[in-house]
């Protein structure tokens, strides 16, 4: 072992025994540190992160890669527990470990794309990738066989052509059913199962519920024209002949109104923009050992 190497497993040992010092919150104590926070207290919001440092440790464990220090990886949590615990509402009444879980996610996942390629692709492209994977391995599953361009392409509406440039760039797929080279058994083994993801499902919901409160900024007619067009009602969304025989105007005065609705809301775009980058999962590969 290298003397880096023991450098960094003693900063591990001492950080690690530090935030084990502190003891872990009631949901009742979690509830009214929000409460304080929202009040503008530091100090609530700092025990608030040092209280869930051991959660981001826990989670940083699934990303460990000998790419990258695992110390490098729990601060870029840590930076994601700081933004959980600025945006933590106990209206919303679940625990904060489930809230924060997300957010520390999308921290650590984005540092990572951001350096685990010497050329490295835009963020938007990363998380494009990962979805694409997710979908070839879960067409996999479905079909018994490897999935075709078109068919991963079709099944999350993107072109083909997309599909396949990301797929050259983002290195080659492997199926599920490949042996693993340094023991037994294969890659659906390892693989992780998202068919449940509770933090997720917390997150699409305050998502929806800042998506209403960002449309607030808007006049009545606006924000129900944005909310026919975007799918709101009923999940269907509406044409601007709809829409307007809906509301007793012409299609082309709904489209003027949207242009301007969407204008207004790109000077407010701030609110809701963090929620812009969600990585959704950590991928369609087994964990790093």
């Known amino acids: 072992m290298k003397a880096e190497d023991f450098k960094n497993e003693d900063s591990l040992k001492a950080y690690f025994k530090q935030i084990k010092k502190t ?80 957010w520390i996610r999308q921290s650590i996942l984005r540092s990572l794309s951001n350096k685990k390629r010497p050329i490295r692709l835009p963020y938007r492209k990363e998380e494009t990738l990962k979805r694409i994977k997710r979908s070839y391995y879960s067409l996999n599953q479905r079909l018994n066989r490897k999935p075709t361009i078109a068919e991963v392409a079709k099944d999350i509406n993107l072109k083909e052509e997309t599909v396949s440039q990301l797929l050259n760039m983002g290195g080659i797929i492997v ?37 209403l409160k960002f449309l607030e900024h808007l006049m009545e007619k606006e924000r129900k024209i944005l909310m026919y067009r975007f799918a709101f009602y009923g999940g269907k969304k509406y044409t601007l002949k709809t829409i307007g025989e809906e509301l007793g105007i012409s299609p082309e005065t709904v489209r003027q109104i ?6 207004k809301l790109r000077e407010h775009a701030d609110e809701v923009r963090e929620y812009m980058y969600e990585p959704v999962a950590a991928g369609p590969v087994g964990r790093h050992r």
């Open 258 to 263: 949207e242009i301007r609705a969407i204008k």
């Open 23 to 102: 003891n872990l919150l009631t949901f009742e104590e979690e509830l009214n540190l929000s409460r304080r926070i929202q009040g503008g207290d530091e100090l609530a919001k700092q025990k608030l992160i040092e209280s869930n440092l051991r959660l981001v440790v826990k989670i940083a464990k699934a990303y460990a890669t000998p790419e990258m220090n695992f110390l490098d990886i729990v601060q870029e949590g840590n930076l994601g527990l700081i933004k959980a615990a600025s945006k933590y509402d106990h209206k919303k009444n679940v625990r904060f470990s489930t809230y924060a879980a997300w």
């Open 175 to 211: 199926s599920l059913d490949s042996e693993l080279s340094h023991e037994s058994g294969n890659m659906m083994e390892v693989y992780e199962d998202y068919t449940y993801d509770p933090d997720k499902e917390i997150m699409d919901k305050c998502l929806k519920e800042d998506t």
